[in-house]
């Protein structure tokens, strides 16, 4: 049984970005729902809940009792996790039917969102790792979340707003793209992976402001829906290109051992199969169920990897902190 003490020490040392593993098992529990695998879903949508909580606590008390520690924190694009992984279990609780909750939970992101974008781009600099897609991903996980609510829901003007937000996520990706050091791509620990991650979630996005459209809503028209289509589609294809890119990079340049970043990378494995098989839904294109699934497994495959490397890496961490 680890030290009490010892224990407080080792989640004091955490990183902001520690929100990647709560958004990392989130979007798996999407993806497991999309593909009818209900008890593993509800399984890591638990574990999520776990996470989420856990680190909310931590975030308040920061910002309450450790005031400079948290202004730091919040200039880091790690400290976006926060908006994103609450809009990722919101959009699943949604799927549960949970529609009172999620809606709670994306006023929480949204009022989460502003000031701490305008923190993290207030000190972007040249030459940033793939963190600097969270500005991205954060709005764009709104977005899912709004547009999610707005089809369960039939509220057009929540429509209207993630379609606002879905097009100033693809704004913000460009900038973020100005920023990246594509040195990552060889040399990053994991969250270079946000590079595709980040398009993966805009993919999802899209297909979500397809499917909220309805009879009862008439969201958008023939030429809307085009463009709504086409872009999808094209982000999608951008995000299976990154994926691609820095599979072969992973291969010629091996990456080995845990590193807290790599919730970084499971985060975008799962979000790109979550994207496959929703733009596959939505704009009723069944070939990408199989490239969906597969992408799934591999996601999964990944989480469990990266989440034995935690463990390892928090029982040590506990043991080195613990009194002499």
């Not at 000190?123 to 547009?147: D, E, I, K, N, Y």
């Amino acid at each position: 049984m680890p030290d009490p003490t010892s224990l407080r020490a080792w989640w004091a040392q955490r990183s902001p970005a520690a929100g990647a593993a709560v958004m990392a098992t989130g979007i798996v529990s999407v993806g497991l729902h999309l593909t009818g695998y209900e008890v593993l879903s509800k399984v890591a949508l638990v574990l999520t809940c776990v996470a989420w909580v856990a680190l909310a606590a931590e975030f308040g008390v920061r910002l309450v009792w450790e005031r400079e520690r948290w202004r730091a924190e919040a200039g880091t694009p790690g400290a976006l996790t926060a908006v994103a992984a609450t809009a990722v279990l919101g959009t699943r609780f949604s799927a549960l039917g949970r529609q009172t909750l999620a809606e709670a939970l994306l006023a929480l992101a949204a009022v989460l969102w502003p000031g701490l974008l305008v923190e993290v781009v207030r000190h972007w600099r040249r030459r940033m790792p793939g963190s600097v897609f969270l500005c991205c991903v954060a709005t764009q996980g709104l977005a899912v979340l709004g547009a999610t609510l707005a089809g369960a829901e039939a509220v057009a003007w929540l429509a209207h707003a993630a379609l606002v937000l879905f097009w100033l996520g693809l704004v913000l990706y460009g900038f973020a793209l100005a920023r990246f050091d594509l040195r990552q791509v060889t040399e990053g620990h994991g969250d270079h992976w946000v590079a595709g991650g980040a398009l993966a979630i805009s993919a999802l996005a899209g297909s979500k402001l397809v499917a909220a459209d309805s009879a009862r809503l008439y969201l958008w028209n023939d030429d809307d829906r085009g463009v709504l289509r086409a872009v999808t589609v094209a982000l999608l294809v951008l995000d299976l290109a990154w994926y691609a890119v820095l599979l072969v990079a992973e291969a010629v340049r091996p990456r080995l051992g845990y590193d807290a970043r790599r919730w970084a990378t499971v985060f975008p494995l799962g979000m790109t199969a979550a994207a496959a098989l929703s733009v596959a839904a939505a704009l009723d294109v069944p070939s990408l169920e199989g490239p969906g699934q597969v992408l799934l497994w591999i996601a999964v495959a990944a989480w469990v990897a990266v989440a034995a490397g935690a463990v390892a890496a928090g029982r040590a961490g506990i043991r080195s902190t613990a009194p002499r």
